[in-house]
């Protein structure tokens, strides 16, 4: 059911992929969600119609479809009950005033810990969690810049898709205040300024592929552990990218395998790449380079294989500890994060203590490999459009704002050199 809340009513607007999929058919099995629509001071089912076809094209990527589904659905909100328009009639005055209401949403609107939007009912019936809620926050809730960055990317790629199909004549972002994106001043203590990617340093790759390879000479557990790490930061894949994915709209489960790897032959020259399944299910091709293949051969020597991958070879990408199956996300997430760990452990050990602390606390961030093997190419050369590519990225302006602050970098030097 929906809830009122102060003379209003908050009710989830998307279901997951598979069931939105559905219900952009009929609503029949959502009669609250109807009700709620119907109940509007605005042409909201029209909204929620245009909004939904727009979301169930990011359904084959969860993670993305989730991002874009919690933004869009918190703004319909925002929309339809604060400043009572649609979407046709949304100006940037409405864009400001959401912006504010991102930095301080009202209490009703914040829940201590996620809920899922909808459960099962009788009869197939889809109901909505009362306990749900927009905005998920313990304590005093606080928005950190990079979260208003996010909304307002999503909000644009949403008007400039509305736009192109002609729903909207033009996008309300267009004119909307950049001041009000900005996050307040209590949280600008928080904001370390106009970053690139958050990376390891150049000393904190080389401790920890150090401490990595050193570990394996005592245990040879760890060799998963170096091959994650060596191919998360050489080749810039994500976690999801080492592990199985599942598309939400048509249930199929892509595995990784050894057969990934693969040979390219360009200009009479046999090269070695990757396939790799990427977000939104785009694949890509990464040419390894050649000091990363004896780390390829020694992970398949542990394994028992043979030194090179074959063609069409079925045998999993990380194995489990039991040595069958293709270990998860989560458990690639967890070999990060122990290797991390590892080389932590070993600062403290030397001494390093700030070291080690820093180390501890970047590792929940196994993205940090992708940032460092892409930031560490570029600074050594390699060309950014090629870069771009291997990282998977639609244009290279996006990477270059990513990676590129080469007046940022003269800037801190000529600062450290500045004399007293």
Not at 287 to 294: A, D, I, N, V
Not at 351 to 359: H, N, P, R, Y
């Amino acid at each position: 059911m929906s809830r009122s809340v102060e003379g209003e009513e908050l009710h989830p607007l998307f279901d997951t992929a598979p069931r939105l999929a559905e219900a952009i058919q009929s609503l029949a099995c959502y009669p609250s969600l109807q009700r709620y629509l119907s109940t509007r001071p605005v042409s909201a089912m029209a909204d929620w119609q245009v909004s939904a076809q727009y979301l169930i094209e990011y359904a084959s990527s969860s993670g993305t479809f989730n991002r874009f589904r919690g933004e869009i659905q918190r703004f319909l909100l925002f929309l339809w009950n604060k400043s009572q328009r649609s979407l046709a009639d949304c100006t940037s005055d409405d864009i400001n005033a959401y912006m504010r209401f991102l930095k301080d949403p009202e209490e009703s609107w914040i829940t201590a810990k996620p809920y899922h939007s909808f459960r099962s009912a009788a009869g197939g019936i889809r109901e909505a969690r009362p306990e749900w809620r927009p905005f998920i926050g313990k304590g005093e809730y606080t928005v950190m810049q990079t979260t208003l960055d996010a909304s307002t990317r999503a909000l644009h790629v949403f008007f400039r898709t509305l736009v192109t199909r002609r729903y909207l004549d033009n996008s309300p972002m267009l004119t909307a205040r950049r001041s009000e994106q900005k996050a307040s001043r209590t949280t600008f203590e928080d904001d370390n300024g106009d970053e690139t990617a958050p990376r390891l340093t150049d000393w904190q790759w080389a401790y920890l592929k150090e401490s990595l390879l050193a570990a394996c000479e005592e245990d040879d557990c760890y060799e998963r552990h170096l091959f994650v790490v060596i191919t998360m930061k050489t080749l810039y894949l994500r976690v999801s990218e080492l592990a199985p994915q599942k598309n939400d709209l048509t249930g199929e489960t892509y595995y990784p395998t050894m057969g990934a790897f693969r040979t390219k032959v360009v200009d009479g020259k046999r090269y070695w790449h990757i396939k790799i399944f990427g977000k939104g299910e785009k694949e890509r091709y990464i040419p390894l380079p050649s000091e990363y293949l004896p780390f390829l051969r020694r992970f398949r020597s542990w394994r028992g294989l043979a030194p090179l991958p074959e063609k069409g070879e079925k045998t999993p990408m990380i194995p489990r500890k039991n040595g069958t199956g293709q270990v998860g996300k989560r458990t690639v997430e967890n070999l990060v994060k122990q290797a991390y760990l590892l080389a932590a452990d070993r600062m403290e050990r030397e001494g390093l203590i700030a070291e080690a602390k820093d180390m501890r606390q970047i590792s929940d961030h196994t993205h940090y490999l992708r940032h460092t093997g892409a930031s560490m190419d570029i600074e050594a050369g390699r060309p950014i459009r090629h870069v771009s590519e291997d990282l998977g990225h639609e244009s290279v302006a996006f990477t270059e704002s990513q990676y590129i602050r080469s007046d940022a970098n003269a800037r801190y030097l000529t600062g450290l050199n500045r004399s007293i």
